[in-house]
């Protein structure tokens, strides 16, 4: 199982720096053929599944802290996500640093900038701040 220590390996390989081999197989672009990162990616959901969050008096309250649920899917997800692109559709490797919700919020941060910082524009105000954005 990884070690509290490993944690890092764990970010890394989900949102990695480089394509290419780095350092160490976690910091690259996912490759369902690399039974390093592959073993790497199951013995953390086996480690995730073992987490057990408990209040003061003891109950567990595991099922309370989405976040665990959460990176067992997106582990589970990408594994999948990887597979699938590199077996049927000729991909080589998955980058999931491309996988980020960043670029759509930074366009909606902008979307809202052109419309005066509206948190909940209309569609016509959007359609038209959305106008703004490509023809400037």
Not at 15 to 38: D, H, K, W
Not at 63 to 78: D, M, P, R, T, Y
Request: net charge positive; with cysteine.
């Amino acid at each position: 199982m990884p070690s509290v220590g490993s944690n890092h390996h764990l970010i890394h390989s989900v949102s990695p720096i480089s394509v290419l081999a780095g350092v160490t197989p976690y910091r690259s672009a996912l490759n369902p053929s690399s039974s390093v990162q592959q073993q790497f990616l199951e013995e953390s959901l086996q480690w995730l599944k073992t987490w057990k969050i408990k209040n003061k008096e003891g109950k567990d309250v595991t099922s309370h802290f989405k976040f665990v649920e959460g990176w067992i899917l997106n582990i589970q997800a990408v594994r999948l996500l990887a597979a699938d692109l590199c077996e049927e559709g000729g991909f080589l490797y998955l980058c999931t640093r491309r996988l980020s919700s960043d670029p759509l919020e930074n366009f909606f941060s902008i979307i809202r900038g052109k419309g005066g910082f509206e948190q909940n524009p209309s569609c016509l105000g959007f359609a038209r701040a959305f106008r703004n954005c490509v023809t400037n």
